[in-house]
């Protein structure tokens, strides 16, 4: 028995193992065994990792130096030897120095990491503004200004459902991978103004050195200037609920023809993609669309299936909202519902809306809602 029991321990570790010789580090994200912050693409992640080290070597030395005399000492001056406790009063030199001593330390702890902050919160000259917002659970942007303008999307997760329940094998960028990530040049200033839709957020990607936090209602301002040309990572860093661990963030930094190139074909997009509110779609054509948008903005939450979470999402499939009167329908995809994780989703556009409801109500067991069956984007125009 003590053998068949080594025997399936010695398995296991084995296919462990061959499971951890398989994991490699993710470029532009977390490293295997890595235990220091990343050397990043810009000056402020490059001026973090000094600061880092400095403060760690400051504080090892106090360590040393106080601990080192305090048990020198005990040691020294212990019972067993002879020594008797002595008695005297306070000295001015001590005094002085216990207090001057400490406060040069601050002071030298304290000049070099506000200079390193200001720099962080200085976005005056950029190159480039971008609006980031954060919702439950995925990131939108907005090109403000530049070649980009007026482009936006939201970026969601990308790993395949089916990954993360364990069905098929990870993929190299488990949770780590985008649908639509945030596309910069080179070596310019951008700077991005950060905000929620719902709850508090926070927009993080070491390799640029930038960290903040998304809060509804204010507008927060960092930037960065990436040097190299690559694919960076982060996630958001604030537990915002259920889908915290799914909200990835993806940086796609260009050389600036390549930033160019697909600034033009993303207007090109926007100008062929807009839509006049008052288009009669035909009910396959909002299915259609309806569908992907599911795949990408509810399933993880309400299922393939529509048969949600029991507990904590609730089914699509029967619901009284999706096969009752449009305008409810309309209503809560517009308001969200407060109190629960259903946000709003106003932030989409009118054919957006209208597709993922049309979508919605013509699937599973929720045919047969008569003239609501079908909704258009100029009843969502109407209902904003």
């Known amino acids: 028995m003590m053998k068949l029991k080594k025997g399936i321990l010695a398995c296991a570790l084995m296919a462990s193992g061959a499971t951890f010789a398989q994991v490699q580090d993710m470029p532009g994200g977390p490293g295997v065994n890595q235990l220091n912050l990343p050397i990043g693409v810009t000056e402020i992640s490059r001026n973090i990792v000094w600061l880092h080290w400095l403060m760690l070597v400051i504080c090892l030395v106090i360590f040393v130096a106080v601990f080192g005399v305090m048990f020198y000492s005990i040691w020294a001056h212990r019972k ?3 020594h008797k406790a002595a008695t005297f009063h306070e000295h001015v030199g001590v005094e002085i120095a216990w207090t001057v001593v400490p406060f040069l330390i601050v002071i030298g702890m304290a000049l070099p990491a506000t200079r390193t902050v200001v720099a962080m919160k200085d976005t005056s000259g950029s190159d480039m503004t971008i609006k980031v917002t954060g919702y439950q659970w995925k990131w939108g942007y907005e090109y403000v ?15 395949p459902l089916a990954q993360i329940e364990n069905q098929e094998p990870k993929g190299p960028f488990y949770l780590m991978e985008v649908d639509n990530p945030l596309v910069v040049p080179v070596g310019k200033k951008v700077r991005l103004q950060i905000t929620a839709g719902d709850v508090i957020h926070s927009w993080a990607v070491q390799s640029l050195g930038v960290k903040q936090d998304a809060i509804p209602g204010f507008l927060r301002d960092t930037w960065f200037r990436a040097e190299v040309p690559g694919t960076y990572r982060g996630q958001c860093s604030e537990l915002c609920g259920k889908e915290h661990a799914f909200m990835p963030i993806v940086v796609e930094v260009l050389p600036e023809a390549e930033y160019v190139a697909w600034a033009d074909g993303q207007q090109k997009i926007l100008a062929h993609g807009k839509v006049d509110p008052n288009k009669e779609w035909s ?3 909002l299915v259609t669309a309806g569908t992907k948008l599911y795949g990408s903005m509810c399933v993880s939450c309400h299922q393939a299936n529509g048969a949600g979470i029991p507990g904590a999402f609730p ?5 009284k909202i999706v096969k009752g009167p449009k305008a409810e329908n309309i209503a809560i995809l517009l308001q969200g519902k407060p109190g629960t994780a259903m946000q709003s989703f106003a932030q989409l556009s009118d054919s957006e809306i209208a597709s993922l409801i049309t979508y919605l109500r013509q699937s599973w067991g929720n045919g047969g809602n008569g003239q609501d ?12």
């Open 145 to 159: 200004d530049g070649q980009a303008k007026g482009v936006s999307f939201l970026s969601n997760l990308s790993t």
């Open 283 to 285: 009910q396959q054509e």
């Open 373 to 384: 069956a079908v909704v258009m984007p100029a009843d969502i125009k109407a209902a904003r």
């Open 315 to 319: 089914a699509l499939d029967g619901s």
């Open 80 to 82: 067993s030897k002879g």
